[in-house]
T-cell receptor
Framework: GQQLNQSPQSMFIQEGEDVSMNCTSS?????WLWYKQDPGEGPVLLIA???AGELTSNGRLTAQFGITRKDSFLNISASIPSDVGIYFC???????????WGAGTKLIIKP | DADVTQTPRNRITKTGKRIMLECSQT?????MYWYRQDPGLGLRLIYY???????NKGEISDGYSVSRQAQAKFSLSLESAIPNQTALYFC????????????FGPGTRLTVL
């Protein structure tokens, strides 16, 4: 089935480091979404992007909608322990409203 | 109280059994979705419903059926469970429109032995 290419699959970082992850696709999306999933919970929306080139921040998180509409990245600055979890990108087309999901990036903070 | 609830949260069953997972929402949204999550594969859409009379198959509907009993309720059934249906199942809702954000329930962990 369809899936976005999300990388990296996992990241081991020190507290205070910046984090960057991205998603790419061979097809165009109208919307890019970034979700975070904590253990035992459903995904929670972090940032939504609706226009090519759009750069949006939510606290220490910044995400961008790629100019080609085929990619997006998420940056987390100065990571803290509560940033641990799995981050998912999702793309949406207006034609059918379905979300296509990346496989997730698992963020682990080294003690 | 949670806006999107799922019952049960955990279920262990045997091959061939019929299982129903239930989802309720208090957000007043018309659109509801069922997803399956497997390690390393992200979320995959099973079925979705844009209103009470609208049911659509998603990417992986084989082996599943759904019922939209009311605007607030959307249930997923496995008619004859098999081991490769062991997964985490999520219900989601959205209001529709240009910014169609989906809100997720806490998930149901299903194990088929």
């Amino acid at each position: 089935g369809q899936q976005l290419n999300q990388s990296p699959q996992s990241m081991f970082i020190q507290e205070g480091e910046d984090v960057s992850m991205n998603c790419t696709s061979s097809s165009i999306f109208n919307t890019w979404l970034w979700y975070k999933q904590d253990p035992g919970e459903g995904p929670v929306l972090l940032i939504a992007l609706y226009k090519a080139g759009e750069l949006t921040s939510n606290g220490r998180l910044t995400a961008q909608f790629g100019i080609t509409r085929k990619d997006s990245f998420l940056n987390i600055s100065a990571s803290i322990p509560s940033d641990v979890g799995i981050y998912f990108c999702a793309g949406q087309r207006l034609s059918n409203y379905q979300l296509i999901w990346g496989a997730g990036t698992k963020l682990i903070i080294k003690p | 109280d949670a806006d999107v609830t799922q019952t049960p949260r955990n279920r262990i069953t045997k091959t061939g059994k019929r299982i129903m997972l239930e989802c309720s929402q208090t957000k007043g949204h018309d659109r509801m979705y069922w997803y399956r999550q497997d390690p390393g594969l992200g979320l995959r859409l099973i079925y979705y419903s844009f209103d009470v009379k609208d049911i659509n198959k998603g990417e992986i509907s084989d082996g599943y059926s759904v019922s939209r009993q009311a605007q607030a309720k959307f249930s997923l059934s496995l008619e004859s469970a098999i081991p490769n249906q062991t997964a985490l199942y999520f219900c989601a809702t959205s209001a529709g429109g240009d910014t169609d954000t989906q809100y997720f329930g806490p998930g149901t962990r299903l194990t088929v032995l």
